[in-house]
């Protein structure tokens, strides 16, 4: 008898947290979830490894590579989706687990080790291109900060410092705990509902982003500035505080319901 049956048969007190009963619950979902892990970790290593080899070739190769990583970053967006496999929820409402623990589960897995599988093996798969010596003049120039001019250019005409950095990560969150929440309320049709919320929520943070620009830049036009990258900047800390806004929301109402599903 497997511990998670023995557990089953012999109910545990879910008063407090334990992190055994977290652990449980990954040894619950592990034959669902090894094969994405799997998928996500060999998809981060190809894309590493050539885009790190195409980008030695021809420093051109920036664009494509883009691509290659924003279908990686989308695939991070729906990594939720996963637990709309095989009702697997079902079995879970009748676990010995508490509803903290259900969710420190959920967070942790599409938040912690789905990230941290896919950042290890892309820097596993541009290390191992230094062996290649192309390559490896590439990241030697990288790690000298002597980046190629084409792709410094494309990177800084998508970059503007700190405030880029938490507008990705603001945003990044804000797709995922979509996604997740998406999989977890829904009865039916649980990824098909995570992608329309997700594009959908895209689309408005387009639409904000829109609007920011045009009140900074309206701003801007009343008190005769003309910086560029103070725009850019304003424009993207007024939608970095409506998106952490969304999110916080967005994260209440889906611990609650981690916590209150049912059959």
Same mark, same amino acid.
């Given at each position: ?25 990954? #040894? ?16 981060? $290593? ?19 590579d883009m691509l290659?990583? =924003?279908?990686? %970053?989308?695939?991070? /967006? ?26 420190? $589960?959920?967070?942790?897995? #599409? ?9 290890? =093996?892309?820097?596993?798969?541009a290390g191992i ?22 792709? #410094? ?9 700190? =405030? /880029? %950095? ?14 997740? $929440?998406?999989? =977890? ?17 895209s689309m408005v ?27 850019? #900047? ?8 409506? /998106? ?20």
């Amino acid at each position: 008898m497997t511990e998670l049956t023995s557990t089953i048969y012999n109910p545990i007190q879910k008063e407090g947290f334990s992190w055994n009963r977290v652990k449980m619950l990954y #040894s619950f979902y592990f034959p669902v979830i090894k094969n994405q892990m799997i998928a996500y970790a060999i998809g981060a $290593f190809i894309i590493a490894f050539a885009s790190t080899l195409l980008i030695a070739l021809d420093p051109l190769f920036v664009i494509l590579d883009m691509l290659f990583f =924003t279908a990686l %970053i989308y695939a991070l /967006y729906w990594n939720p989706i996963i637990f709309s496999r095989r009702n697997y929820h079902l079995i879970e409402t009748i676990l010995p687990v508490s509803g903290n623990e259900k969710v420190t $589960f959920y967070f942790s897995y #599409s938040f912690v080790v789905i990230p941290l599988i896919v950042i290890g =093996t892309i820097i596993l798969g541009a290390g191992i291109t230094y062996l290649i010596p192309a390559s490896r003049e590439l990241i030697d120039k990288i790690i000298n900060f002597e980046i190629p001019s084409e792709v #410094s250019d494309e990177l800084k005409a998508r970059s503007f410092g700190v =405030t /880029y %950095i938490i507008s990705a990560i603001v945003s990044w969150y804000q797709m995922v705990i979509t996604s997740l $929440f998406a999989v =977890t309320y829904f009865k039916k049709n649980k990824a098909l509902m995570a992608i329309v919320l997700t594009i959908a929520i895209s689309m408005v943070s387009g639409i904000i982003g829109a609007i920011a620009g045009f009140i900074t830049g309206f701003n801007s036009a009343i008190n005769d500035i003309d910086a560029p990258d103070k725009f850019l #900047s304003n424009t993207m800390f007024i939608s970095i505080i409506v /998106y952490l806004i969304f999110d916080v929301v967005m994260t209440y109402y889906t611990i609650h319901t981690i916590k209150h599903r049912q059959l």
